[in-house]
């Protein structure tokens, strides 16, 4: 059964562009996270999905990042226009139901000039 | 305060040595309590989970006691493909999970 696939595996881009990051979580997993982790720092939460519905986004920093995942299946994290600080680690991360065993993608590291 | 403290380290272990880590937590109502394992530049995957009465898995062994809002993680006989970061992990209920910095680890031969 394959696991949480995130792509792209590494970005390196520009203060001012935009960059979208893809999820596709285990098949059948309705529960989808979002995960931050930048250098010297916890992991960090950003948003969960449940399906296609944004459950909690309270841990997302600003408005530049804008979250989607239509139908439920996969889900993209796009931030524009991209700053330094937003450089780091983003794990994507998905669970069948509510409790702490999540399974992880292997990140996709930003790094942001 | 963090809602989950953790010593960064590193630890440097000979092999076959026992190495502990500590954990705290904030959050008095948490519910379950897990040990992550992060390889370099790798994912978080799960250890093991950290039950009230203290459980063990091979060479690992986690406690929990809810009094102190503290956790451990013992690891035994210490092998090279132990070296990794280890994540203290809590939850609280709906869905929201705490990680703790990290605990790294290396074994050296």
């Known amino acids: 059964e394959a696991g949480v696939t995130q792509f792209p595996s590494h970005s390196v881009i520009e203060k001012g562009q935009t960059v979208t990051l893809r999820c596709d979580p285990i098949s059948g997993h309705d529960n989808l996270y979002w995960y931050r982790r930048v250098m010297g720092k916890e992991i960090k939460f950003l948003l969960h999905f449940v399906k296609e519905s944004k459950q909690d986004e309270s841990g997302m920093p600003n408005n530049r990042f804008l979250a989607e995942r239509t139908g439920g299946t996969y889900s993209t994290l796009k931030v524009q226009p991209a700053e330094l600080e937003d450089s780091g680690v983003y794990f994507c991360?998905?669970?069948?139901?509510?409790?702490?065993?999540?399974?992880f993608g292997e990140g996709s590291r930003l790094t942001v000039l | 305060r963090k809602e989950v403290e953790q010593d960064p380290g590193p630890f440097n272990v000979p092999e076959g040595a026992t190495v502990a880590f500590n954990c705290t937590y904030s959050n008095s109502a948490s519910q379950s309590f897990f040990w992550y394992r992060q390889d370099c530049r790798k994912e978080p995957k799960l250890l093991m989970s950290?039950?009230?009465s203290g459980n063990e898995d091979g060479r690992f062994t986690a406690q929990l006691n809810r009094a102190s809002q503290y956790i451990s993680l013992l690891i035994r006989d210490s092998k090279l493909s132990d070296s990794a970061t280890y994540l203290c992990?809590?939850?609280?209920?709906?869905?929201?999970?705490?990680f703790g910095t990290g605990t790294r680890l290396t074994v050296i031969p």
């Open positions: 950290v039950y009230s």
């Open positions: 991360a998905s669970s069948q139901g509510g409790s702490g065993e999540l399974f």
């Open positions: 992990v809590v939850y609280t209920g709906a869905n929201n999970l705490f």
